[in-house]
Structure formats: C-alpha cells, structure tokens
C-alpha cells in the first residue's frame, strides 16, 4: 500500500505543477513593442462641441436603443449606452467629456476574466466573447475605470461595452464616433503617432491644454487618449490611479503558486514522517 | 437501526439498491422546528431561483452597475468558504502532526467543509449570468490562466475532490464495502497533503480576488496583503466554527456519539481554543503592521473608521483575549462565546472587503434585497438538511462499524 500511495503522491505532484507552471507563463506582460503598435483614439475635449453625435451613431451601429434626450447632471455609460458625453462648467467655462471603456495597454478586464471572453485583440481593442463568458462580472469588480456593464434584467445577459467598433472595423477604417463626429475631436490611429500628434498639439498651444495627456500612462497606458483645458480632475475623471498596469497587481501572488506547490507537499510530508512516532505516543494515550 | 449498516455485506445489487432506497426515507420526527422553518424557506427560495434564471439577476437582487458582487459572492462564497476552513486545519494536525487526539472530529469537520464547498462554491452558479459556460474553464476550451479566479475556481473543483476522497472512507463503511474502504483510506494522506495545499492557495486567492480592485476598496481593507489576511483568518474562522458547530452536534445527534468521544470532545475545544487565540493574535499583528505602514491614522475618525475599529477590536481582540482566559480556566462555554464573536468578526472582515468597503463613497450603497437574503438562507438550510442526513446514516460521529481495522 506504501507504494500505491506514493504513486499517487508523484501524480499529484505532476497535475499541480502543470497546473501551476501554466499559469506563470501566461501571466506574462504583452510585450512593450507591441504596445505601441495598438490603435487608439485620440479624443480632444477643446475641440468636441457637445453634439453627442457619438453617442448616436454608437447606438445604431451597435443596434442599442436611442440615447435619451434626458441630460442628467453626470451620466455613466450603462448596459444600452457604450459611451456618453458630459458637460462640465470649468473656470475654462463648459467643457465636454466623452466617456467609455478606455482599451487599456494591460486590461484589468481580460487578466481578470477566467474564460478569456474579455481579450486585447492584437490591434488594440479590447473585446468581449459571449461564446465564452460566463457573466461571473469579475470584469467589473477589476476594472478601474468601470466600463464593463452587466445586462441585469436578462435571462442571457451580455457584458456590453465600447469595443472600439470591432465589428465595424472589419469594413470601415475608423469607428463610428470618430467618423462622424463633425468637430474632429476624435482621431484615430496608431496609439504611438496620436501620442506624438497630442503632443505636438499642446506644445503648440500651450495656453489652450493643461500639460497632461490622460492615458498615456494611467492604469500602465490607455487606447484612448485625452487632452483638455483643464485638469482632469475636473471633468470627473479619477487621477488618482496608479501609472503601472492592473494586472501586476496578481502577479506576485499567481507567481507564488508553483513555488506553494512545491514547497508545501514537502514540508507535510517531511512533517508527517517526523511525527510518526508522536502518533505511536498519542494512541497508546488513546488506548489507556 | 444504526447497526444493520454495520454487518451488511452486500451480496447483490438488488439489495444494494433497496439499502440505498431505505435509506433515502426521511428519519425520525418530521414537526420539528427546523424544519418548519426550514421547508417554507428552501421552497421560497428555490422558487426566487427560478425567477431568477427567467428573468435575469436583477429580478431578485439589488446588485447595480457599480456593486457587481453582492452577498451571494460576499457572503455564500467568501465568507462561507473561509469557515469551511476548518477542514484543511484539522486534517493537517491529524494526519500530518499525527495529533490523534483530534481524531474523533475530523470526519464531520471534513464532512462540513465538503458540504460548504459544494453549497457555497455552488452557490456561485446563482450568481453567474450565463452559468452554462462555467464548463469553459473547466474542459480547457478557453483557459484564463493569468485570472485569479480561474485558479480560484480550479481549486474549489479539485479540493471537492480531495475532500470527497477524504470523507470517503465514511462511505464506504456506510455500504458495508470492506475492500474499497481499504483503498479509498489509503489515499487519505495525498489527498490531506493535496488539500492543504490547494487551501493555502484558494484562501489566500479569494482575497487576491480583491487586489485589482484597488481604490475600490476602502482603504482600511484594502493592501496588497489581503491574501495573507485571508488565509491567516481562514484558520481561526475554520476552528471557531468547529467549536461552534461541534457543540451544536453534540446536543442535536447526542444519540451518535460514543461515551467515550463525549468526553474528549470538551478537551478538544480546549485545545481548540488555544490554537485560536495564537492564530488571532498573529492575525491581530499582521493587521496592525499593516494599518501603521499604510498610515491611515486619518481614517480612523471617520464612520468607516469607527466600523474598522469595532472589527478588529471588538470582533478579533477581544474574542481573542476571551479564548485565552477561556483556555486558563477550563471554562467551555466562554470559548464557545469567543467562538461566536469570532464567527461575526470573520463576517464582518469578509463582507467589509466585498461588499461594505466597496465603492464605500457612492451616494446610494447596496443594500441586499430580502430575496437575496432567502436564497442564501435556503443554500444554508439545504446543506443542514444533507448534513443531517449524511450524520444519522454515517458513521461521522459515531465510531467506525467493528470489522473496521484499528490499527490502520
Ligand atoms: S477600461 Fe476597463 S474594460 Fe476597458 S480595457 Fe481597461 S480594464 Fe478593460
Ligand atoms: S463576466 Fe464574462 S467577460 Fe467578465 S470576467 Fe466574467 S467571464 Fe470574463
Ligand atoms: S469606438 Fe465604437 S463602440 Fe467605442 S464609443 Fe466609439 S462608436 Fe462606440
């Protein structure tokens, strides 16, 4: 029986590590180079007029119902709506802020979900797989922007959120908010070039922009990009996020779980056999 | 009635399968009142679960946009998990430490935590909004290896797995089957060296489960130790609800337990008791450490501060410092109080990182609704039921039938 047992141990032993060493390498970075190789939008609150053409043409091309004509104070995208536009009063006076999901470079969402339905595709989206979801909204506790929405009232629910037009982009060659928005506040591209045309853009007016490109560096660098005349805090953005990327916050944990599989079955059993006699001791104990 | 168990040797199936039905017939009174409360809550409850899967989640719970996990996963899963902890302490001092004074509760300890795996974890699936792709994770169709939850989830299915094989043995002296016994309590150690380890992952895990919800969290809660806390506090939420639990077993299934396991179990929980107050204490220190690095000496004037002071003092100090005078003066039923006291203190630590501490600043908070409160209710009475079914037809408390080898 001693050698059944062992077997067994050696069994055990081999699925952990599987296990475990599948799950470091995956939890490796995508590579730096292909970072700045991402699509992004570049969105520039001094040009947008607060139309909300984006909110519109988003709608139909995403066959969600009609964005209501019902301004509250501060809207959040929800399960119909991908993207809203705001309106702040600045000491810069109003000031229009287009929100959505933010296609980060390292996307809490996709590290977090366990089914690979939230993914960064190799251009930049970060998309969802209803074949592959399975609505557990871990997405939505990771992600630090808030995008993922969560169809509460369905029997099939959907996690619905900006995809940067995936579907569109099969065809067109920019999405639909950035096609038609007739101010040219948005701009799409290569996430490296619109950096640089952002840039270029402050530097240029400096007393128009506030020195600061929201995304370039937050949660670890963003898809989309902003510029505005004001700090952003005051458009209801959070400044307070950390500049490295979400995910690395699980990594020294995922990283420690092949080493606990190692270490802790040989620690028991070493424990277990140098016990043994303590056993004998105990059941004559037992026995009395 | 408990002995023609004992002797049975099944010769065939047909009679194999008429022991089973037998034993499927409900036991002694029926009018007792658990379960006249029970019965109208598991049917209330099942019956919000199938408007549930109609109409969706939202139906029957208040969860929103911005609180995505409620007390089905705050409580039923994260909390539920972390008394099911009990388990994995035990079995490492029986079969590892080979204190084999704790023998006589390891099954119905095991047995407990298997049951609140399968019930809590399980209760997960009412939570999920498109259950039927849970298997994608599981056959390797689409593997989120860098999750944490992914690995939370395959730790839940394997540590099923081990404590079924560890609780298996039970079964087997249930059915009369000698040779299976034999095989099944031969992999008792791997599967008690597999569990452990599998525990100290997936108790520290559902708290990594938190660490990308930074800024999320209040900061109190939140650090980038809370897989440490968690599973530090694992083990005093288990052993506190094997106190808890064990001293309710002894009232209810009296009938089962041999003279003899009658008396040690006081020793145990005097025992038990000591084991708490180190574990708290360290828990106590490693919190401490934490909230003088972060430096949140600030916080603590405000409401959410008050709520941190009252958990850690009110519900680990002091629980801890009655375990400790409980343990001087052999006095049983004040380690059962700390018992308590503990139990809410893990609640409260559970529910404050998942559910109260998060997105504590918005105007309008979660507040679960009844139906959520049903549900969990009604996943509760259930495991009772099956526990209780499992207790008077087993041998957990009772001592294993006599052709079972001593020695072994
Ligand atoms: S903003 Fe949120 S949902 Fe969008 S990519 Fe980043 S983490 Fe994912
Ligand atoms: S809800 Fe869906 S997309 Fe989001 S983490 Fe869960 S499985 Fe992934
Ligand atoms: S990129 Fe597409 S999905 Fe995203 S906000 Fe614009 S139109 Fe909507």
Redesign the interface.
Known sequence: ?GL??RS??KL?GAT?LT?AI??T???SSPNIEEDAEFNGILYDSTRCVGCRTCEYECATAHQLPEPSDKIAAVR?T??TCNTVVNTFQTEKGEVYVKRQCMHCNEP?C????????MHKTKSGPVTWD?????????C???C?F?SP?????????KIQKCDMCAERMKTEKSPACVFNCPNDALKYGKRRDLIKEARRRIYEKPELYVDHIYGEHEAGGTGWLYLSPVPFEQLGM?T???QSS??E??K???YS?PS??VL??TL??G??QA??N??LN??E??EK | MKNNTQTLNLPNDQSTWRFLLSEMKPRGKFLTPFNIISIPIILLGLGLIIIRFIKGIGSITNLTQDTPWGLWIGFDVVTGVAFAGGAYVITFMVYILNLKNYHSIVRVTVLNGFLAYVFYAGALLLDLGRPWHVINPVIGNSFGTSSVLFLVAWHFLLYMVAELIEFSPAIAEWLGAKRARKILSGMTLAAVIFGITLSTLHQSGLGALFLMAKGKIHPLWYSEFIPIMFFVSSTFAGLSMVIFEGSISHKVFSDQISEKNHHAQNGIIHKLSKICAGAMFAYFFLQLLVFIHEQHWGLLTTGMGYWYLLEMIGFVLIPMILFIISYRTFNITLTRVAAVMTMIGVILNRLNVAVIGFKWEMAIRYVPSWMEFIVTLAVIFTEIWIFRWVITRMPVLRDSPSWVNKNE
């Open positions: 029986m059944q047992r067994f141990l055990l952990g296990l599948g799950e390498t995956h939890a959040k929800d399960e809490a996709a590290a977090a979900c366990l089914t690979k339905a209803g074949d592959k979801c399975m609505g557990c909204r871990y939505m506790v990771s630090p808030d929405k969560f169809e509460y009232h369905s029997a099939n629910p959070n307070s996020l950390q979400y995910p916050l699980t020294g944990f995922l779980v606990v599989f802790v079955p028991l059993l424990i277990h016990t043994k303590n056993h105990q059941e104990e037992d």
